[in-house]
C-alpha cells in the first residue's frame, strides 16, 4: 500500500453517507452544533447555496443569507463532526457554477426560481 491508499482509507472512514444530493441555487438549512460551555446545541443555518467546491472529505458548500439587511455567508464542511443535519429546503433554477453575482443584487432581484424536477 503506497501512501495515497492509506490516506484515501483514512479518509473513508470519516465521509457522512447520509448526506442529502446538495446542488447550487439550493436552499438548505444546516443544523450547526454549538458548544456552550460543557453542553452542545444545534442552531439552524437557512440560506442559498453559491458554492460548492472541492471533493470527498474536503467537500465544502457556501451559504448566503441575509440577515437585518446584511449579507452573511458561511462556508462549511460536510463531512465536519460540526454539522449535525443538512436539509434541502427547496431546489433553484440556475445556469451558473457559482452565484457570486447574488452579493450584488439587493432585494426581490436576488430570488431564485424554483426547479421542481429534482426530488427534495
Same mark, same amino acid.
Given at each position: 500500500m503506497n501512501a495515497q491508499e492509506i490516506i484515501r482509507s483514512i479518509e473513508a472512514e470519516h465521509l457522512k453517507s447520509n448526506l442529502p444530493q446538495i446542488y447550487v441555487g439550493d436552499t438548505v438549512k444546516v443544523g450547526v452544533k454549538i458548544k456552550e460551555g460543557e453542553k452542545y446545541r444545534v442552531q439552524p443555518y437557512e440560506g442559498v447555496v453559491i458554492a460548492m #467546491?472541492?471533493?470527498? &472529505?474536503n467537500e465544502t458548500i457556501t451559504v448566503r443569507k441575509v440577515f437585518q439587511g446584511v449579507g452573511v455567508e458561511r462556508v462549511? =464542511? =460536510?463531512h465536519s463532526p460540526r454539522i449535525d443535519s443538512i436539509k434541502i429546503i427547496r431546489r433553484g433554477k440556475v445556469r451558473?457554477?457559482?452565484l457570486y453575482y =447574488?452579493?450584488?443584487r439587493v432585494g426581490k432581484a436576488t #430570488? &431564485?426560481?424554483q426547479r421542481f424536477d429534482r426530488a427534495l
Open positions: #467546491r472541492n471533493g470527498g &472529505i462549511f =464542511l =460536510l451558473r457554477a457559482k =447574488l452579493r450584488g #430570488r &431564485i426560481q
